[in-house]
């Protein structure tokens, strides 16, 4: 009987950390981050690019918080936008999400009006790493860490 019990503890532990396995679904491919300055003067800011591949097609990204700022991820939002892709022989889906970051010095400097007017998302948790990415997989709210960003050669705009 004490082995029974034993054998079913072990297999319960086996179910459960299965289950904790695969609820890290995704991999990152490239992730990158570019600074960037010029334009309008005064302006600058950081262009990220992450491209995620799940083999899960349950698993859909909703949101990236970086530096303290959460990021909605949205096919037409301006400031998360992502591309989703099928490979037809791995039945993989890619994700390939572009976030701006955009600063103003006149702002900043009380010049100009910010826009207090739209409402972040609260941080849901700390996290080691570059980037933390909340995305839903079987109605369940999961999150993934990014750990580092490649640095581009910064652009500058005249």
Not at 39 to 60: D, K, P, R
């Amino acid at each position: 009987m004490k082995y029974i019990k034993t054998g079913l503890c072990v297999i319960i532990l086996l179910f459960i950390c299965m289950g904790m396995v695969s609820a890290q679904t995704f991999t990152v491919i490239k992730a990158t981050r570019q600074p960037w300055a010029g334009g309008v003067a005064g302006h600058f800011g950081i262009n990220y690019f992450i491209e995620l591949e799940t083999s899960s097609h349950e698993s859909v990204p909703d949101t990236v918080w970086i530096n303290g700022n959460a990021y909605p991820i949205d096919a037409f939002s301006p400031k998360g936008q992502y591309m989703k892709s099928i490979d037809s022989l791995t039945h993989k889906v890619k994700y390939s999400i572009l976030l701006s970051e955009q600063h103003n010095n006149a702002r900043m400097r009380g010049y100009q009006k910010q826009d207090t007017t739209g409402e972040k998302p609260k941080h849901v948790r700390s996290f080691e790493g570059a980037a933390l990415i909340s995305y839903m997989h079987k109605k369940k709210q999961r999150f993934f860490t990014v750990k580092s960003f490649t640095e581009l050669k910064p652009l500058n705009y005249p």
